[in-house]
Each structure stands twice: as structure tokens, then as C-alpha cells.
């Protein structure tokens, strides 16, 4: 094996988010449904723009989120994902190296545009998701840097860009390059795999033995295998993984590793103010224990840490020093 210079590559969409607060009769009437994920065209997501409230706009992408949450842990993190040459872009470019994560994938001329996520929340903290992809959905294998991936501890990658073939191709073909390099191959799974037949190929990357630790929430995990209670789930999938890391958002996660099995609370949260990244911050947290060589315990507790630290404010980045909070 090489040197391995980083923790941790990911590859995922490049987004920004804009977050606003709403009711939930604004939710009605838009016929969204509180807590779902959406998929928008460019002209819908201007007409949301334009209806909601004062809001935030902050870099986002599940996969980034977490490289942002790895940073704040102390990793050495890079991040892969398409951006447009637009403001936006150039948004988002300067907010993961200012977190020293590595950014190098160049931008392309749209259109489309770079792509942008509405995440409104209401008064229960649920957030509401409407995502156009724009050019994050653009990601080509072309865009790979193979020596960076090679060198990275961890090869991360998000199941909200598994649909599209292009950034589906440049997933896969990260994922033979890690394994061959004798690296980990970790993968999180989202929502957006209940679109289409999205579920069938991401259930061939896991039956290929591509993924070594797989993250998901107990419905995500369900809607998977196709199994109505959580412990089948588990018998479904614990063979084919490494790892297998389910959480459960206020009733805590599971890890099963071989014949073991691990499972903790979720870490106490004083008020919590917008779900937002929690799973995404989780991951950080596990991966970070992880490379660490910590027990699963440990990697589960460091997980349900960060993911309580973002839910206390709006954004799905830390905004406190994780390193701290997360004290091995």
C-alpha cells in the first residue's frame, strides 16, 4: 500500500442551501409533505425561491456537509463535486476551502446552473427538502483524481447522486479505485433512493462487495431490503458489509460489525432547532472514530455527538469545535 495522505475523499453533490423557516400550512399549500425529499426543475426551484421568507444560504450536499463535520473533527478531508462557473458556484468552491477541505474538481460553464437545495423548517424542527441538482448532477468519472482517492483513508460516497449515470459511473469507478488500493469504501444512503429503480443498483454495488461500511436510517435501511422490521434488515445486509450503522434519530443508532452488536442512545440535545445534517454530521463523527481505531461503541457515541451538536442550530455544518465535544 501507498502512503495514505488523507483521511478522507468524498464525492457527492455540490450544493448550496438556502434555509428558511415556514408554517405548515405553507407546506399545504404547496402539497409538500412535512420531512420529504423532492426533486425540482430550475424553474420551480425559482418560483419556491422567490415564495419563501428571509433565509440562509450556506454550502451544503449531504457528502460535503460530512467533509465539513471531518474538518472540524481534525481530518484531513477533500471533497468531489460539480459545480456550474456561476455565483453560486464560486460560493460554494470558497466555503469548503475555507474549512481547509480540498476542493479541485473545476467548475463547468452552465447551463445548468450549480445546484441549490430549499430546506424550509418548521416549528417542530422538521425540515422540508426541495432540490434542484443543476450541475451536480453533471459529475463525470473524467473529473476523478485517481493519486487523491488512492491516498485517502476513506472513500465516501452519497447515495442523493447514485440516480444520474454520469456521477453513478464516477461513483462506482471511485469505489474500484479505493478497493484496489486497499482503502475503505464507505457509502450513505438517502432518501432519494426510493426514486425509480435506484434501489436495484445500489443494491448490486453492496451484493458486488463494493461497500465496506454502510450508513442509513431505519427507514432508508427498510426501504432497501425490503424488510418491515429493522432487526431483518439487519440480517439482510450484516453479511454483505463491514459495517453496518443504522440510526434512529431521538431513539439513537445500532452498529454490527461481524457478530458484533452495538447499540447507543442519541446524545442529549437541549433544544433541538433544525434536523438539518444530522445524519450527514453523524457520519463525520463515526468515521472519525474510526480512523482513530476506537471500539464500535465509541464510534457510535462520537456519532450521535456531532449529530446532536448541528440539530441545536440552523445549518447543517458544526459551528463549534468538534474536536472538543467529541474528546476520545
Known sequence: MGQRALDIVAIGDAIVD???TCDDSFLESRGFEKGSMRLLTEGQASDLYRAIGPAREISGGSAANSMAGAAALGLSAAFVGQVADDQLGAIFAHDMRSLGIRFDTA???????TGICLILVTR??????????????????????RALIQSASITFL???LWGPERP??????????????????AFTLSESLCLGDRRDGVLGMIEGRLVDVLFGNDHEMRHLTGCADIDECIDALRSKVGTLVITKGAQGAIAVRGDERVEVRAAPVATVVDTTGAGDQFAAGFLAASLSERPLKACLQAGTLA?????SHFGARPQTDLRQLVAW
Do not use: K
Open 18 to 20: 438556502v434555509i428558511a
Open 307 to 311: 449529530a446532536a451538536e448541528v440539530i
Open 168 to 185: 453513478r459511473a464516477a461513483m462506482l469507478e471511485a469505489a474500484r479505485i479505493a478497493q484496489q488500493a486497499d482503502r475503505t469504501v
Open 107 to 113: 467548475s463547468i460553464a452552465g447551463p445548468p446552473p
Open 158 to 160: 452519497e447515495g442523493y
Open 124 to 145: 417542530d424542527a422538521q425540515r422540508t427538502m426541495s432540490t434542484f441538482p443543476g450541475a451536480s448532477h453533471e459529475l463525470t468519472p473524467a473529473a476523478l483524481d
